[in-house]
């Protein structure tokens, strides 16, 4: 099975978040699961593959085309697919992935976690979907989500499609271990 991780392309993360990166990319090689990633050479996507590369496992990174040009895409993907827009690109990193895991980073990362969390909330995929939350990174956002429940915008169902984990051993396990949730779809559209 491939794993997708999504996470940020910044150079100037702090070593705690790429550490973690790493760290989550050897224990797929490890676990014998290919990374999926955005084939991006820095930040999380860097560290994410480096790490799977160090543990020998398989590589495939999906980017744009426009993101071909000196020092952007990760040098050593198994294999390397362009897509010609950002659209086509998350579409081909769900396609290949078994599981998703959201790693720290900014907007596109939040953009990829909404997009399957929104999928999963609408019966389109059942696949496992984890937030590694390195360093309390998405407190913020899961108290902003909690609100929306308060606040009857979302259902409190929602974060039984989520598993929140603190360390790339916590994301392997879940994916592992995973049990496909009965969720009432209808009860999730209603408060959407």
């Known amino acids: 099975m491939n794993i997708c991780v999504y996470g940020?392309?910044?150079?100037?993360?702090d070593a705690q978040f790429t550490d973690a990166g790493h760290a989550l990319g050897n224990l797929l090689a490890k676990h014998g699961y290919g990374l999926v990633f955005g084939g991006g050479d820095n930040g999380m996507m860097g560290a994410v593959a480096r790490g799977t590369h160090d543990g020998g496992g398989r590589i495939i990174g999906i980017a744009p085309r426009f993101f071909n040009v000196d020092g952007v895409l990760y040098p050593h993907c198994d294999e390397l697919i362009y897509t010609e827009t950002m659209r086509e690109r998350k579409q081909k990193m769900e396609d290949l992935s078994g599981a998703f895991i959201v790693s720290p980073?900014?907007?596109?990362?939040?953009?990829?976690?909404?997009?399957i969390l929104t999928l999963k909330q609408l019966g389109r995929t059942k696949k496992p979907l984890v937030i590694l939350n390195t360093a309390g990174y998405y407190d913020d956002?899961?108290?902003?989500?909690?609100r929306t429940v308060e606040s009857n915008f979302i259902s409190a169902q929602t974060f039984d499609l989520i598993a929140v984990v603190n360390t790339p051993e916590?994301?392997?396990?879940?994916?592992e271990h995973y049990v496909e949730q009965e969720v009432d779809v209808e009860e999730l559209r209603k408060l959407k």
Request: aromatic share 14%; glycine share 10%.
């Open 8 to 13: 940020a392309s910044s150079k100037t993360i």
């Open 170 to 175: 916590q994301a392997i396990d879940y994916i």
């Open 105 to 115: 980073g900014g907007i596109g990362t939040f953009e990829e976690f909404f997009e």
């Open 141 to 146: 956002m899961l108290n902003m989500m909690r």
